[in-house]
């Protein structure tokens, strides 16, 4: 078992508008203005923060890490990760960002013009500590939008580890747009 | 204006790509940062510009074309929206880009 509970479940993702402001409103005070609540969107049958083979798009997986949301030492044969503070996988800070990456991903889930469902995950950030060596960073694109950035080298094996962990403690609202 | 990166030039390249085939000469401009967006129909038009190249480069992906040398545009067109949200949500347009994906 990889993924959280599922807490929630809508069938257009404004379904949950309110579910996801009262999170990012009640954070947000506790941290005084700071991050308190990180989203994500994913696509089943992935869990919150690990790939299967066959729905990683065109990405190469290594240990269900795509290549591309992480840096890789490529003479290490993929067994390396390396730190990069503008790489990793992509979480939202507001409604409106996750709005369009839930929109995106779930537009052509199954391929073209053939939608599917995408679900919502959440980080708490005051109440869980993330593993040595992982941070969220801001993309100096949008101020919306975090990366679960590597900030020190690990081998893939930990970065696997850490990501089940963060998975495991994430809750979900599951997206029934499609059927349950 | 649209800003790229050392590190988000090859998502220049994708986005201009797919601009020269699905938007104005006025958008084009705008995706090449040659311009700013200056009102509420200009950041509607950069917003359905970027719903159609998601489309486009599905399509393309599925079909094993290459852009701008890449097979993977899935990967730049994620790091687009990135860019066009991070934009107009910077220079107040957030609204306009809200209104157009309801509508996806």
New interface residues.
């Given amino acids: 078992m990889e993924d959280g509970k599922y807490v929630e479940q809508f069938k257009t993702v404004?379904d949950i508008r309110d579910v996801i402001n009262t999170l990012i409103e009640e954070y947000r005070n506790a941290k005084k203005g700071k991050v308190g609540v990180l989203f994500r969107v994913k696509v089943p049958p992935n869990s919150s923060t690990l790939y299967k083979e066959g729905h990683q798009?065109?990405?190469r997986l290594v240990q269900g890490v795509r290549v591309?949301d992480y840096t890789f030492d490529k003479n290490s044969n993929f067994e390396w990760v390396l730190e990069d503070r503008?790489a990793g996988l992509?979480f939202s800070k507001t409604f409106?960002?996750l709005?369009?990456?839930q929109?995106?991903l779930s537009?052509?889930a199954m391929?073209?013009?053939k939608p599917g469902p995408a679900d919502v995950a959440w980080w708490i950030l005051e109440s869980n500590e993330l593993p040595d060596g992982m941070e969220f960073v801001r993309?100096?694109?949008?101020?919306?939008?975090y990366f679960l950035a590597v900030t020190r080298r690990m081998h893939i094996s930990k970065l696997v580890e850490n990501l089940k962990f963060i998975s495991f403690r994430m809750n979900l609202a599951k997206d029934i747009s499609f059927g349950v | 204006m649209l800003?790229y990166?050392e590190?988000?030039v090859k998502a220049k390249e994708i986005a201009i790509h797919y601009a020269k085939q699905l938007a104005d000469e006025n958008t084009q401009a705008i995706v090449a940062g040659e311009r700013d967006v200056k009102n509420n129909d200009e950041a509607i038009a950069l917003s359905i510009f970027f719903w159609a190249m998601?489309?486009q480069s599905?399509?393309d992906?599925?079909n094993g074309v290459e852009v701008e040398g890449e097979?993977?545009?899935?990967?730049w067109v994620?790091?687009l929206?990135?860019?066009f949200?991070?934009h107009l949500?910077?220079i107040g347009y957030?609204k306009e880009?809200?209104n157009v994906?309801?509508k996806?």
């Fill in positions: 404004d798009g065109n990405f591309g503008e992509s409106s960002h709005k369009g990456k929109k995106m537009k052509h391929g073209y013009q993309d100096p694109d949008d101020r919306s939008h | 800003k990166r590190r988000t998601l489309d599905v399509l992906a599925e097979n993977n545009i899935q990967f994620e790091k929206m990135n860019i949200h991070g949500e910077e957030v880009w809200d994906c309801d996806q």
